[in-house]
């Protein structure tokens, strides 16, 4: 889960992390641990195993941990998705972590389940989660004082790869879902949600045809907890079908409207895509070198991924679309663990990169952003007296300001330049400025 950001302050050991985290490992992948455990707990504790240094994206440890899981996918019998007839999507990751730092690269995993109808095949559900983390530190580790120690993620988020490798495993040997289903492993989401925004950007079907996204991140401390679902609000019909299978999987839940978050969902959800998020809550082991294999509850990742493939395959069995129910959910509620802000704009960044200043995939309805004309589309290049050359900088002017400040804004929209005038609201939480 994406709770970070890198400052010009610490640019150079940013840098100096990136290049510890590209030093190569042996000349192939290590390979993995001899199955003992079945999955997915066998897929989690290779992909936090110290072999793979954390995974962060764009390094070797990271390419090796897309072809696992491409081999996963195969493996069950999934087609290729991505380009040019293989199970990866190459995309970059330029302003990923620093808009001016050197270009690099990554992919997503990509993989196809067919559906069984053929009336209803050209349709897609999405199920999805990041597989990239942290690396080596002191990019977004809450550990400091670690640098160079092994961020394993086996959490954040080994444990929503594994749960996605259980979903196409259930998906694939049982009956076959009416509607396609798209399975996506993606990368960059600790950099800014970069894999996920590539992806909507460049589907591997059209965005259209997308009925719904499932995605799954940190859902490896289940234990005796409620399982926090988000996006219950982006569909009309999604709290009965969610709360069916919550009935199935003999699990207690905890709904949240919202669409919006740090995760995936939301590149998707700004599409107009009915979202779901999985989530098993924060822990103190969250962005540091302790969160390790030993602590997740692979007993737990197993119902989660039951219920997950309970719940596309209803969706992917409907004989009708779902209802998108737009703007889901108020604005975040303060939230000390979250990466908020004393004034809230209530703008939806697109993560693209741009050439300056933070293009918009939307702003969430009745925030200030709103309120104030600002538009999907629109590119925020100056807040204030603050230039905005990056999102980055948009993160600083908000932090400069407090709710209830009247802030003239100025935007490119189709290539003019406005500024419209915001009267800044008070928030806490996560999603967008």
């Known amino acids: 889960m994406n709770n970070t950001r890198c400052t010009g302050r610490r640019a150079a050991l940013c840098a100096a992390t ?18 003992a455990l079945g999955m997915p707990a066998d897929a989690i504790r290779h992909l936090a195993s110290d072999a793979l240094q954390g995974r962060l994206a764009g390094s070797p440890g990271a390419r090796c941990a897309g072809d696992y899981i491409a081999g996963q996918f195969e493996r069950i019998g999934l087609e290729p998705a991505g380009d040019d007839g293989t199970f990866f ?22 993989a196809r389940l067919p559906g069984a109808d053929l009336r209803l095949r050209s349709q897609v559900i999405v199920v999805g989660a990041h597989y990239d983390h942290l690396g080596l530190g002191p990019f977004g580790s809450l550990a400091p004082d670690s640098v160079g120690a092994v961020h394993n993620g086996a959490d954040d988020n080994a ?68 399982l926090i679902i988000y996006g219950t609000g982006t569909a009309s019909e999604w709290p009965a079908i969610v709360q069916q299978a919550a009935n199935t999987a003999g699990l207690p839940i905890s709904l949240i409207p919202d669409g919006y978050g740090p995760s995936d969902q939301t590149s998707f959800y ?88 933070v293009k918009l995939s939307g702003v969430r309805s009745d925030s200030p952003a709103d309120k104030a004309g600002i538009q999907a589309g629109d590119i925020i290049v100056r807040f204030g007296d603050m230039d905005i050359p990056d999102l980055y900088a948009l993160t600083d002017a908000l932090r400069a300001h407090k709710p209830g400040d009247s802030v003239p804004v100025t935007l490119l929209r189709n290539g003019s330049k406005i500024t419209l005038q915001v009267t800044l609201a008070a928030r806490g939480g996560t999603g967008g400025g």
């Open 159 to 226: 444990s929503g790869v594994g749960a996605l490798i259980e979903v196409a495993r259930l998906l694939a040997t049982g009956r076959r879902p009416a509607r396609s289903v798209l399975f996506v492993a993606f990368t960059g989401e600790e950099f800014g949600l970069i894999g996920s925004s590539y992806y909507v950007a460049h589907p591997a079907a059209p965005l259209d045809s997308s009925q719904a996204m499932i995605n799954m991140d940190m859902v490896g401390r289940l234990r005796a907890d409620p």
């Open 270 to 357: 700004a599409k107009d895509i009915p979202v779901l998020m999985f989530f098993t809550n924060t822990h103190e082991d969250y962005h540091r070198p302790t969160d390790d294999f030993e602590k997740i509850d692979t007993a737990g990742v197993r119902k989660v991924a039951a219920m997950v493939s309970d719940i596309a395959r209803t969706v992917a069995d409907r004989p009708a679309r779902l209802t998108l129910q737009r703007s889901a959910g108020p604005p975040p509620a303060a939230n000390a663990e979250a990466r908020g802000y004393g004034a809230y704009l209530g703008s939806v960044p697109d993560f693209t990169p741009v050439d300056y200043g």
């Open 89 to 110: 999507q190459s995309l970059p990751l330029a302003s990923a972590v620093n808009p001016h730092a050197p270009s690099g690269a990554s992919r997503n995993v990509v």
């Open 18 to 35: 990136l290049l510890l985290a590209a030093m190569p490992l042996a000349a192939q992948c290590p390979a993995p641990a001899r199955p």
